[in-house]
């Protein structure tokens, strides 16, 4: 296989690694998902600290369990927001709606997906200071979300579809209390489902990338 080649089929799973909503009932074998968790662990992190911990579900009553918190998190934090009236055409509109209507089906069928990934990260201190004081480099989930891209591009490469969400946060308590995770030592940076979809991957609609590319100085743009 040439470089190119290579180079093009890599390219071509980074850009369909899509969020999907939408999962078939097909069971997924458990040493797929190491293999995954085994590339997310490859990610690289600030200082190698390699913080994060897997949780992974997938006996039926738990799962049902943590879908009934996501649900009520998601059904809430959607309740808070105003629906967008202000689109620049028919497609950005039908794009919103799209999703929306995905996001919800998620919520309500969270249940059935075979297999339900929490990433965790520990509570603890980060980043130094020196005599002129903080010493600022950066969050810590900067260095457990690569995890989470790198797992989330293995699955897509077995054909796995998955989606990166947050919004069980609002239930962080609740949930890691049932799961027997200390809440005083870590948080959830992400809850990730698993499953085959049930449609096709493909590519998002995105911003250009030379809308949103700056060269040497803000404000400096290439066309």
């Known amino acids: 296989m040439s470089e190119d080649h290579r180079a093009e089929i890599v390219l071509e799973h980074i850009k369909t690694t899509r969020a999907i909503r939408r999962f078939s009932d097909r069971s997924v074998d458990d040493a797929v998902i190491l293999e995954c968790l085994r590339a997310a662990q490859q990610a690289p992190s600030g200082g190698n600290v390699q913080p994060q911990q897997y949780l992974v579900v997938t006996e039926p009553d738990v799962r049902a369990w943590v879908a009934d918190w996501y649900g009520r998190a998601y ?3 959607e309740a808070s927001l105003e629906d967008p009236s202000d689109f620049r055409s028919d497609d950005d509109r039908r794009s919103w709606e799209r999703t929306r209507d995905a996001s919800r089906h998620l919520a309500d069928n969270m249940a059935d997906v075979p297999v339900l990934v929490l990433f965790l990260q520990p509570r603890i201190a980060w980043g130094s200071e020196d005599a002129d ?9 900067a ?3 690569p995890a989470v ?3 989330c591009l ?3 490469a077995y054909g796995l579809g998955t989606a990166l969400t947050t919004v069980i946060r609002v239930y ?3 949930v890691l209390e049932e799961l027997g995770v200390s809440s005083d030592r870590y ?6 489902p698993v499953g085959y979809p049930t449609g096709r991957f493909g590519i998002a609609r995105r911003k250009p990338v030379e809308a949103v590319t700056h060269w040497n100085r803000f404000g400096e743009r290439r066309r």
Request: hydrophobic content about 45%.
């Open 75 to 77: 059904h809430r934090y």
């Open 133 to 141: 004081g903080p010493l600022d480099i950066g969050r810590l989930d």
């Open 143 to 145: 260095s457990v979300y």
């Open 149 to 151: 891209q790198n797992f």
């Open 154 to 156: 293995a699955a897509r």
């Open 172 to 174: 962080a308590s609740e």
């Open 187 to 192: 948080e959830i940076a992400a809850l990730v």
